[in-house]
């Protein structure tokens, strides 16, 4: 029969990526399209189907080498059923079997798995966490996803909606989350909570270069942009962007804290736009986290930076393919 491949689809609200990728998680063809999600949800089926069909040619594997496809979605979603509850960006995605059409269009055994679980499974087997018996994934974005993996598997829970790690709650009274609930570290410590934060403290009257009309306007920048000039005027010695840094760092640290104490993890993996602020983010985020948690867990836990990068949700949701199916 030979050895047997699978195929990792990353979809996203604005690009869908995908690959071949074989047993131990090495990436053999990698491609990315537009998602197109304004065109229907029909149309964006065809593409990810097309997608695969183009990963494996780029791959040069033939179509009986290929033993299934896993899809990495955002959104609430049954593992099980390979069925999406709702993507927010992505329109008409409202239960949708999302496995079952995809296998049906592109003619492979295909899986569900949430995107940041499979992004967080990568790294555990073949990125910064390999080999390690408990890992933990942050991924600091637009929101703040999460991953459990333990002893090499993702840890899904009774109803598939384990390590949703940004709703971890850090003030009981505080800010109202997207989820509805209040107090999410994800409402402080995401890029969008960041640039809210900002935003706020521009309008109450708080003096910065970031206000509109100085060199730094905020305003100015592009949405996906403003988080990370946040940091970068920080550095720059801006007093405002200085203390939204360190509250960001010092948010990010209770919640961390809080999941080395009920884990205690080998490592604890950040994903995402805001690690490209490197050791201003590292440096302090690991102190600050070693101060509010027990001694022991604080000593074995590394906090690193994701290995894998843009790879990691091809890699992961081809790997969840293999454990789904049962290949591994």
Wanted: hydrophobic share 40%; aromatic share 4%; net charge positive.
């Amino acid at each position: 029969m030979g050895k047997k491949y699978y195929v990792g689809i990353d979809l996203g609200g604005l690009n869908i990526k995908g690959g071949v990728v074989d047993p131990k998680g090495k990436v053999l063809s990698f491609a990315s399209i537009a998602t197109e999600g304004q065109k229907g949800r029909d149309h964006v089926l065809d593409r990810i189907a097309a997608l695969v069909e183009v990963a494996r040619e780029q791959a040069g594997i033939p179509p009986e080498r290929i033993a299934g496809v896993g899809i990495g979605s955002p959104g609430p979603l049954s593992i099980k059923k390979g069925l999406i509850y709702e993507a927010p960006n992505l329109p008409g995605w409202t239960n949708l079997y999302l496995a079952a059409e995809i296998q049906k269009r592109a003619g492979y055994p295909t899986v569900l798995e949430n995107d940041a679980n499979a992004a967080s499974l990568a790294e555990a087997v073949a990125g910064a966490g390999k080999g390690l018996p408990c890992m933990l994934m942050l991924t600091l974005g637009t929101g703040i996803g999460g991953g459990i993996v333990l002893d090499g598997r993702v840890w899904h829970g009774a109803d598939d909606i384990a390590a949703e790690l940004g709703h971890v709650s850090i003030c009981h009274s505080g800010r109202r989350c997207n989820c509805g609930s209040i107090g999410c570290v994800e409402a402080y410590a995401s890029a969008t909570g960041v640039v809210k934060r900002t935003q706020e403290a521009l309008r109450a009257g708080t003096r910065s270069s970031l206000a509109k009309g100085s060199k730094n306007d905020l305003s100015e920048v592009a949405k996906e942009d403003k988080c990370r000039h946040v940091f970068q005027v920080a550095k720059q010695g801006d007093r405002l962007a200085a203390k939204i840094v360190a509250d960001t760092i010092v948010y990010l640290a209770a919640a961390m804290a809080s999941l080395i104490n009920t884990f205690n993890p080998d490592m604890i993996v950040l994903y995402g736009g805001m690690t490209k602020a490197g050791s201003q983010l590292f440096g302090p985020l690991r102190k600050e986290v070693a101060r509010r948690c027990f001694k022991v867990g604080a000593k074995r836990c590394k906090i690193v930076r994701s290995k894998l990068g843009g790879h990691a949700g091809v890699i992961g949701s081809a790997i969840s393919a293999m454990h789904l199916l049962g290949k591994a």
